[in-house]
């Protein structure tokens, strides 16, 4: 993680924190011409409107204050949605039971990507579930990607 992404998400963390809510990520990139400074909030029973927009004022208060970021951006503050990038152990623990898709560097059994239910996760493998009932425990460091699939399910 970036030097301001990090620094952003050590300021959000406890805005988040005290509304019951978790950064999910921060990304900063410039798009076109434009800085984009995107917090992702996490709550176990969703994220609202309303949340967003408690976090966004609050966290525009405390970057106005510190001012860790020369350039002018625009500061987005969103849930990172229903298909969402897992990328840290709490999101991946977070997952276990939901719908997954996994992108491979290279193919496996001559494909790219598998789409299963997150059984398992440590540091070193994933398990899933495949249509077909068989658990598959694949090696992290064989996988490219793993995302949240929207099944329809809530």
């Not at 993680?1 to 959000?12: D, G, Q, S």
């Not at 995107?38 to 966290?59: I, K, M």
């Not at 510190?66 to 990172?80: F, K, Q, T």
Request: proline residues 3%; contains cysteine; negative net charge.
């Amino acid at each position: 993680m970036a030097k301001i992404e990090k620094l952003v998400e050590e300021m959000a963390a406890p805005i988040c924190e005290e509304r019951g809510l978790r950064v999910y990520d921060v990304e900063y990139k410039k798009e076109g011409p434009d800085w984009f400074l995107r917090v992702f909030l996490y709550g176990e029973d969703g994220v609202g409107l309303e949340d967003c927009e408690t976090v966004s004022r609050a966290l525009s208060d405390v970057l106005d204050k510190e001012d860790p970021i020369e350039a002018a951006y625009c500061l987005e503050v969103s849930s990172p949605g229903l298909e969402r990038v897992l990328t840290r152990d709490w999101h991946f623990e977070s997952a276990i039971g939901e719908t997954v898709e996994i992108r491979f560097y290279a193919p496996r059994d001559g494909k790219k990507k598998l789409t299963g239910i997150l059984k398992a996760y440590n540091k070193e493998t994933i398990t899933v579930e495949t249509e077909d009932g068989e658990d598959l425990c694949l090696e992290m460091d064989k996988v490219a990607k793993v995302q949240t699939l929207f099944d329809g399910k809530f």
